[in-house]
């Protein structure tokens, strides 16, 4: 691909007793670029977010993410990712720019440089009229959009998205993988998890997890050729019914 990798992951194995989470894992993710991270619930996705944002430590195997060791280093990866969840991150009993304000600190930016990023955020979003509002007033598109954005406020190396755009319109989830498709051309890498198939077409790569393996990986047109699939929604449903899978 050309493309630095950032992350990393290589006979990735996560166990809780004798349950065996993630599965001899491996993939790599390139600089820049948007990878889905697709499965069923219980598939292991969450489990393996966590281990590569340095909230969880792997059993074994090797993972760097932004040039650090998951197992060694979780703190510096820390601080060179964003995340974002569907429940969000913002404080609901704070305005939009104290928000901001407040994630800028915890992320170590000085105050002058967080006061200008703040500005031009605001400005970028159109959300000027709305710097000093609630975030429970507004609604749930502008919520994850200003999530999203503070999420990368710090320009990190990669962000993720953990089932970023559940429970909104599909205009509004137009509008919020716009911005994924800015941050990904300013060179941040987007790991984003979703649910809906119509997204992972968007991704310029997909990996499907089934009982803690990582099942297939490619690009949406790989995959739906490698599986004879019309869309990634009918190669996830032959890969989620084992009697369809031919390995």
Same mark, same amino acid.
């Given at each position: ?42 598939a *292991? ?6 281990i590569?944002? %340095?909230?969880? =430590?792997?059993?074994?195997? +090797? /993972?760097? @993410? ?6 060694r ?11 974002m969840?569907q ?7 704070l305005?939009?720019r ?24 605001l400005d970028?979003?159109?959300?000027s009229?709305? *710097? ?8 749930? %598109?502008?919520? =994850?959009?200003?999530a999203? +954005? /503070?999420? @990368? ?19 509004a ?7 994924i ?20 077409e968007?991704?310029?790569?997909i ?10 990986? *490619?690009?949406p047109?790989e ?5 004879q ?5 009918e190669?996830? /449903?032959?890969?989620?019914?084992p009697?369809h899978?031919t390995?």
């Open positions: 691909m050309g493309k630095q990798a950032v992350i990393t992951v290589r006979q990735l194995v996560k166990k809780f007793g004798a349950f065996t989470a993630n599965d001899h894992l491996s993939f790599d993710v390139y600089e820049g670029e948007i990878f889905g991270f697709l499965g069923a619930n219980g *292991g996705k969450t489990t393996a977010i966590r590569l944002s %340095g909230l969880s =430590q792997p059993t074994s195997g +090797s /993972v760097r @993410v932004a040039g650090f060791d998951a197992a280093e979780p703190e510096k990866i820390k601080k060179n990712i964003g995340y969840c429940k969000f991150s913002l404080y609901e009993d305005t939009v104290e928000n901001i304000m407040l994630y800028g600190g915890i992320y170590g930016m000085p105050k002058k440089v967080i006061r200008e990023r703040c500005g031009e955020l970028r979003l159109q959300f009229a709305y *710097g000093d509002r609630l975030i429970a007033g507004l609604p749930l %598109g502008f919520r =994850q959009k200003l999203f +954005s /503070v999420a @990368v406020l710090h320009q990190p190396r990669i962000v993720f998205l953990d089932e970023p755009t559940g429970g909104v319109d599909p205009v989830r137009r509008q919020f993988w716009e911005l498709y800015e941050t990904a051309a300013a060179g941040i890498t987007v790991f984003v998890t979703t649910h809906y198939m119509d997204e992972a968007y991704c310029d790569r990996s499907i997890m089934s009982e803690g393996k990582i099942v297939a990986i *490619g690009t047109e995959l739906k050729s490698t599986w699939a019309a869309s990634v929604e190669v996830f /449903v032959k890969i989620a019914r009697q899978v390995i």
